[in-house]
């Protein structure tokens, strides 16, 4: 394999090496989502970049920080679905260059059980902790957690973690499944679902948002069923044909509505149900949350738009508040989302259709 450098990175963007070279010095011409896609591609091929030796004798104090991203390349970079990934290192790269950071990103594989892992290991910066401060992209496992955080002040998004004290800027889940649930509501559905699927990490988010449904089930006064919450934790054994099928099941038992857990959950169950005969929003209606861009093809999914350019950089503000201030309380910091309508909800249908 040839090697990595910036040229390869120019060549595979279609962008000139001296952007390239720009976007790693936070050279302030450089558009920020042009630099969140350099770093991104940069992580994915694997290329670390090296500082001068020498520093300016004058000027802004600058910082290295890593951004961690606890995610197979292939699903980050899944051709049929955007990462929500993708735009939250706008937001991280914008702070970055008016901070005067040099920023590396890497991607960690969630199957580590511990910082030695190769995935790790092969980072010299983490190694020889050159960083200032890390932040955290996607759900780790509390192991690693721990030990990151005992090295380095980090800063998740998007991932509180119960069991271990870490700052987060998150999105408040609980107002964006309400926006949701009313929606529901107001189109007459009474039988509404939760459907999730199974992650390598445990996905804490989540089971927030499954709290938020029991939540709002109940201040609406609608009846909790066990049965019509499909979801495929860490610890289910059921594959997602199986879970499809008890999609089915619930439907023909009543439910209207199934609410999924992230957009390219609702994206997934959508083809699900049409293979199976059902037509969405005619016979059931499918909602989201996250605002990701839709897919080819694919109808415009009622869902929760979150913001993700603003957790990137208030993550970013936090985290240079935990650098300069190392061992301050944590915070959790709650975002606003708000409802994107679009055709995937429409009125509760009594039709009832067997699998094809």
């Known amino acids: 394999m040839s090697e990595i450098n910036q040229q390869v990175i120019a060549d ?6 001296t952007t390239v070279s720009r976007c790693f ?4 011409g450089i558009n920020p989502k042009t630099r969140a896609e350099v770093f991104s591609l940069a992580a994915e091929l694997g290329y670390q970049y090296l500082q001068p030796r020498s520093t300016p004798k004058a000027g802004p104090k600058t910082r290295s920080v890593g951004v961690l991203i606890c995610s197979d390349v292939e699903e980050f970079n899944r051709p049929d679905y955007e990462s929500p990934g993708v735009e939250l290192l706008p937001g991280i790269s914008e702070f970055a260059q008016l901070h005067h950071w040099n920023t590396e990103v890497h991607f960690v594989s969630p199957l580590a059980a511990s910082i030695s892992d190769p995935s790790y290991a092969k980072i010299q910066a983490l190694k020889r902790r050159l960083w200032a401060g890390l932040i955290l992209m996607y759900p780790f496992s509390p192991q690693i957690i721990g030990e990151l955080t005992a090295r380095f002040p980090c800063v998740s998004l998007v991932e509180q973690y119960g069991r271990v004290a870490v700052d987060c800027v998150d999105v408040n889940h609980y107002k964006g499944i309400t926006a949701l649930m009313d929606r529901l509501r107001q189109n007459g559905h009474t039988r509404i679902g939760f459907f999730s699927r199974r992650y390598a990490v445990e996905a804490v988010w989540s089971y927030r948002r499954l709290s938020a449904y029991v939540e709002n089930l109940t201040r609406l006064g609608l009846h909790y069923n066990e049965k019509d919450v499909i979801h495929l934790d860490i610890t289910s054994s059921a594959t997602m044909d199986e879970g499809y099928r008890l999609v089915i099941d619930q439907i023909k038992d009543g439910v ?6 992230a957009d390219h959950q609702a994206y997934d169950l959508i083809i699900a149900l049409q293979d199976r005969g059902y ?6 209606s499918v909602t989201g949350f996250d605002g990701i861009l839709r897919p080819l093809g694919a109808p415009a999914l009622d869902t929760v738009r979150i913001p993700y350019y603003e957790i990137g950089f208030a993550a970013s503000r936090r985290l240079l508040d935990k650098i300069n201030k190392r061992f301050d309380a944590p915070q959790e910091i709650l975002l606003e989302c708000r409802l994107q309508e679009g055709k995937t909800v429409g009125p509760a249908s009594e039709a009832r259709f067997s699998v094809h």
């Open 25 to 28: 010095t936070n050279h302030k």
């Open 279 to 284: 037509r969405v929003p005619e016979d059931i």
């Open 12 to 17: 595979r963007l279609n962008i000139s090496r």
């Open 256 to 261: 209207t509505a199934w609410m999924c857990a």
